[in-house]
Nanobody, 123 residues
Framework: QVQLVESGGGLGRAGESLRFSCAAS????????MGWYRQAPGKERELVAA???????KYADSVKGRFTISRDDAKNTVYLQMNSLKPEDTAVYYC?????????????????WGQGTQVTVSS
């Protein structure tokens, strides 16, 4: 069984910084990608940043130049450094991972989500 456990985030003021981390644990054979999504009240969940293994990192246009995603594959952990926060960054942030678990019949890949963490940015 695989779990994604988020930590960090919380409250901040415009212009300040916050940092998230998300650790994947359990029966992990290979991680294809890890990333972060967010959902603001009344809006759909949207991609914030994604980091595929061996691929190109993606950022939402709204966070480019302010947020940085990084991974520590030895720890199966993804980080999100959020700088120059804006009130419109207020949302619930979710860690996401696409990873494979090995079974006797082969490796099967699934998508997993963290528990979600509220970020509130005041002006």
């Amino acid at each position: 069984q695989v779990q994604l456990v988020e930590s960090g985030g919380g409250l901040g003021r415009a212009g300040e910084s916050l940092r998230f981390s998300c650790a994947a644990s359990g029966s992990i054979f290979r991680i294809n990608a890890m990333g972060w999504y967010r959902q603001a009240p009344g809006k759909e969940r949207e991609l914030v940043a994604a980091m595929p293994s061996g691929g190109t990192t993606k950022y939402a246009d709204s966070v480019k130049g302010r947020f940085t995603i990084s991974r520590d594959d030895a720890k199966n952990t993804v980080y999100l450094q959020m700088n120059s926060l804006k009130p419109e960054d207020t949302a619930v942030y979710y860690c996401n991972a696409n990873l494979g678990t090995a079974y006797s019949r082969g490796v099967y890949y699934h998508e997993y989500w963290g528990q979600g963490t509220q970020v509130t940015v005041s002006s």
